[in-house]
């Protein structure tokens, strides 16, 4: 065993000070003549602003006003009926802009494509539905997450957020743990306003285990009954199960009595 050397608590340091910093790209390759993404390159035509390899399948980039043509090229003329996938980037604060990408695959040539654009914040995209039934949803969620409108789209309304909530959870300007807003969420809905001094903000710290909880959820250390009282109560220390194969309760040897 090779000798250990202190970190200094790397995990703890940042690794990148600068706040717009980009990680290396995988590298970029033109597009050969002669083999199917040229192809397709030349079926697009001007539709196609830019094109280029990446990591074996062709990159894509397109006006975002063309995105509905050039998706029923895609899969009308040159083979790509699936769309694996659509989402969105915040580069809001870097650029000003949303990029906007979707995942196309060709199932018969074993192809992928990427196709992506750029678009500005309080614009809107046209929906793809009619061409992939598979981007319904995704539309949705990018709607939810991001804000970003998407026109034509048959049920465009919030996925995975209540419909009454604030904010589009990400974007890089929303709090990890939720605004204002999100910490009293449930309070207002399920108890009402006037219930807030009460019961208090939301906790919306995953790693936080408060075992005095309203209801006694949590019941570390000492077993009540349900949302009994403990006012009165000493803490308890936490026991573990004895098993035949480990005593957990059993304190652990250093590594000096292992040797």
């Given at each position: 065993m090779r000798k250990y050397t202190p970190k200094d608590n790397v995990q703890a340091k940042a690794y990148y000070t600068d706040r717009f910093w980009v990680s290396p790209r995988v590298p970029q390759s033109p597009v050969e003549e002669g083999t199917h993404f040229a192809k397709v390159v030349e079926?697009?035509?001007a539709q196609c602003k830019e094109a280029y390899i990446v990591d074996g399948q062709l990159v894509v980039h397109i006006?975002?006003?063309e995105n509905f043509n050039v998706m029923k090229t895609l899969k009308e003329q040159c083979g790509y009926t699936q769309c694996s996938e659509q989402s969105a980037v915040d580069y809001l604060a870097q650029d000003g802009e949303f990029e906007l990408f979707w995942q196309l695959l060709n199932i018969d040539e074993a192809k992928r494509i990427r196709v992506t654009t750029r678009i500005k914040q309080g614009e809107a995209i046209e929906s793809i539905?009619?061409?992939?039934?598979?981007?319904n949803f995704a539309e949705r969620e990018l709607f939810d997450m991001f804000g970003i409108k998407v026109n034509n789209?048959?049920?465009l309304k919030r996925i995975l957020m209540p419909d009454d909530w604030e904010g589009h959870p990400l974007l890089k300007t929303y709090p990890l743990h939720g605004d204002e807003f999100a910490s009293w969420y449930e309070v207002d809905k399920i108890f009402g306003k006037e219930y807030r001094d009460i019961i208090g903000p939301e906790n919306r710290d995953p790693a936080m285990i408060d075992r005095y909880d309203?209801?006694?959820?949590s019941r570390i250390g000492y077993e009540v009954p349900f949302a009994a009282d403990y006012t009165d109560e000493e803490q308890q220390?936490?026991?573990?199960s004895d098993t035949f194969l480990v005593d957990y309760n059993k304190p652990s040897k250093t590594l000096d009595e292992r040797k």
């Open positions: 079926t697009l035509g006006d975002a006003t539905e009619k061409l992939y039934k598979s981007a789209h048959p049920f309203t209801k006694r959820f220390p936490v026991e573990y």
